[in-house]
């Protein structure tokens, strides 16, 4: 079992910037990739950035990137998403998720936060 802590959501103004973790316990010895997708209020989730568990490949959803850059912290066990020029689109809840498949789908994750909200005003 993994369990996932987002953290570092909050209101922000367009153009600004916000950096979200993501803190992982439980089985982190397992090599999972890990995940971020967003939730806008009547939408489906989204996906919107993943990174190896080594760190060295990442791969951003068309929206984000340019904007946004997912990184990993192997010994803090710590995943981050630093958002910058935010736009109101970006309003959403943001899930950390991890999984042995990883990619852009829900199905390849197994391991889900509780969410992190981010608003984005004009």
């Known amino acids: 079992q993994v369990q996932l802590v987002e953290s570092g959501g909050g209101l922000v103004q367009a153009g600004g910037s916000l950096r979200l973790s993501c803190a992982a316990s439980?089985?982190?010895?397992?090599?999972?990739?890990m995940g971020w997708f967003r939730q806008a209020p009547g939408k489906e989730r989204e996906f919107v950035a993943i990174?190896?568990?080594?760190?060295?490949?990442?791969y951003y959803a068309e929206s984000v990137k340019g904007r946004f850059t997912i990184s990993r912290d192997g010994a803090k066990n710590t995943v981050y998403l630093q958002m910058n020029s935010l736009k109101p689109e970006d309003t959403a809840v943001y899930y950390c998720?991890?999984?042995?498949?990883?990619?852009?789908?829900?199905?390849?994750?197994?391991?889900w936060g509780q969410g992190t909200q981010v608003t984005v005003s004009s």
């Open positions: 998720a991890a999984g042995g498949a990883g990619g852009a789908l829900e199905e390849g994750y197994d391991y």
């Open positions: 439980g089985r982190t010895d397992v090599h999972y990739a």
């Open positions: 990174v190896s568990w080594s760190g060295d490949m990442t």
